[in-house]
């Protein structure tokens, strides 16, 4: 059973446009949504994350935004360049008052900038 | 500079034989934590740790074993129980008390002959 959906798979977009990446959990004793971003043999890093009493996140270009009530949450990239083109995995922990759970992952979106 | 270092980067596997995946972190950590990764399925638990001589199960722990003898250090082994090995292995650590924040490691990429 996966708890955590992702959507699209893979995703192109032209350069100064905007990405959106879209995520659904089903556990609601989820509390801390990270999205983590990997180039190719390399190992994720943290980009942006956000917990369920917050609506929304900027970082930058980077924004989460995030339904409680549908149990969703999506990554925004503004003004996407083509140094953006990597794998973004969004993911889910009960993270238990700063515990250190396991992170649940989506299967990951393959996003392409197109120049 | 501090990290998390995992080695080797590309280990190969014979039929029936266990290997041992090195994760060594100098951020003084707590929590360390093991990951497979397969195209087109993200990332997936295999065991994680909180504290020295302490480990938890993830999802996908079948066929592998771990050991935390110190608080830097966190060896995953690929046993011949594993069928399938040949996946891109994460080592992830965090700090106890703070957001679930992980850092991971640049992964090893276990092939089997």
């Known amino acids: 059973q996966q708890q955590v959906k992702q959507s699209p798979q893979s995703l192109i977009v032209q350069k100064g446009g905007i990405s959106i990446i879209n995520c659904a959990y089903e556990?609601?004793?989820?509390?801390?949504f990270p999205w983590y971003q990997q180039f190719p043999g390399k190992g994720p890093a943290l980009l942006i994350a956000?917990?369920?009493?917050?609506s929304e996140k900027k970082e930058g270009r980077f924004t989460i935004s995030f339904n409680k009530s549908a149990k969703q949450f999506s990554l925004h990239i503004m003004d996407s360049q083509p140094g953006d083109s990597a794998t973004y995995f969004c993911?889910?922990?009960?993270?238990?008052?700063?515990?250190?759970?396991?992170?649940?992952f989506g299967k990951g979106t393959h996003l392409i900038i197109q120049p | 500079d501090g990290g998390i270092t995992q080695s080797p980067k590309y280990l190969f596997r014979k039929e029936g034989q266990n290997v041992t995946l090195s994760c060594e972190q100098n951020?003084?950590?707590?929590?360390m934590y093991w990951y497979r990764q397969d195209p087109g399925q993200g990332l997936r638990l295999i065991y994680y740790?909180?504290?020295?001589?302490?480990?938890q199960k993830g999802d996908i722990a079948e066929g592998y074993s771990v050991s935390r003898e110190k608080k830097e250090s966190f060896p995953l082994t690929v046993t011949s129980a594993q069928k399938n090995p040949t996946a891109f292995y994460l080592c992830?650590?965090?700090?106890?008390?703070?957001?679930?924040?992980?850092?991971f490691g640049a992964g090893t990429r276990l092939s089997v002959l």
């Open positions: 992830a650590s965090s700090i106890l008390g703070v957001e679930n924040i992980q850092y």
């Open positions: 556990n609601t004793a989820f509390d801390y």
């Open positions: 956000i917990r369920p009493d917050v």
């Open positions: 993911a889910a922990s009960t993270d238990s008052g700063g515990g250190a759970d396991g992170l649940t």
């Open positions: 951020l003084n950590h707590d929590a």
């Open positions: 740790s909180q504290i020295v001589n302490d480990f």
